[in-house]
């Protein structure tokens, strides 16, 4: 399965809404639940990633509401509604619906 | 606290083999699958191989299989993966990571440990 992510890259001017997009080569929707098993992970330099979103659209325990997404058949997508200074990072989306768990290419997110 | 720690990293010759270790602590360790993710300098994470909780399911991505093992001790929370063979392009930083138990999404990542793999 090949997770196709885009734009590579982002600037956004701080309170500014940004928006970033992954599509899967194929369904990811689970039979057994009806889920979606796509996670979103944010990454900052000189860390491992860090899970945001799971389910395509359940935000992880402690994850700012500012942080959602979204699922329209096999296309995903990550809102940040209002863009903090500290969201500064890449951006990656992945499958974990069957292996190998594959992941976006990542978008980098900055301020303008 | 929930935390993995990666150990075993270092500088290896092409061809030759490492042992990864990750201790866990703070989480019922035996209760979740545990992946092996890396990451190429400057690139994206790779998932590489994962376990399930008793060890009895093992997958890898295609280019590390028959060369790197996966492997777990549950009595000593502790994951490993045994990489032979090694190549150039087996350079990453290597991180464990815990599946939640409840929505499989990797929820706890440990810091990494760097491979670098070069004569």
């Known amino acids: 399965i090949v997770m196709t992510q885009s734009p590579d890259s982002l600037a956004a001017s701080l309170g500014e809404r940004a928006t970033i997009n992954c599509k899967s080569s194929?369904?990811?929707?689970?039979?057994?639940?009806?889920?979606?098993?796509l996670a979103w992970y944010q990454q900052k330099p000189g860390q491992p990633p860090k899970l945001l979103i799971y389910?395509?659209?359940t935000r992880e325990s402690g994850v700012p509401d500012r942080f959602s997404g979204s699922e329209s058949g096999t296309d995903f997508t990550l809102t940040i509604s209002s863009l903090q200074a500290e969201d500064v990072a890449v951006y990656y989306c992945?499958?974990?619906?069957?292996?190998?768990?594959?992941f976006g290419q990542g978008t980098k997110v900055e301020i303008k | 606290e929930v935390q993995l720690v990666e150990s075993g990293g270092g500088l290896v010759q092409p061809g030759g083999s490492l042992r990864l270790s990750c201790e866990a602590s703070?989480?019922?360790?035996?209760?979740?699958?545990m992946s092996w993710v890396r990451q190429a300098p400057g690139k994206g994470p790779e998932w590489v191989a994962n376990?399930?909780?008793?060890?009895?399911?093992?997958y890898y991505v295609d280019s590390v299989k028959g060369r790197f093992t996966i492997s777990r001790d549950n009595a000593k929370n502790s994951l490993y993966l045994q990489m032979n063979s090694l190549r150039a392009e087996d350079t990453a930083v290597y991180y464990c990571?815990?599946?939640?138990?409840?929505?499989?999404?990797?929820?706890?990542w440990g810091q990494g440990t760097t491979v670098t793999v070069s004569s």
């Open positions: 703070g989480f019922t360790f035996n209760s979740n699958w």
């Open positions: 194929q369904s990811i929707l689970s039979n057994s639940n009806n889920k979606n098993f």
């Open positions: 990571a815990s599946h939640n138990y409840y929505y499989f999404g990797m929820d706890v």
């Open positions: 992945q499958h974990y619906y069957s292996t190998p768990y594959t």
């Open positions: 376990i399930k909780q008793d060890g009895s399911e093992k």
């Open positions: 389910w395509a659209s």
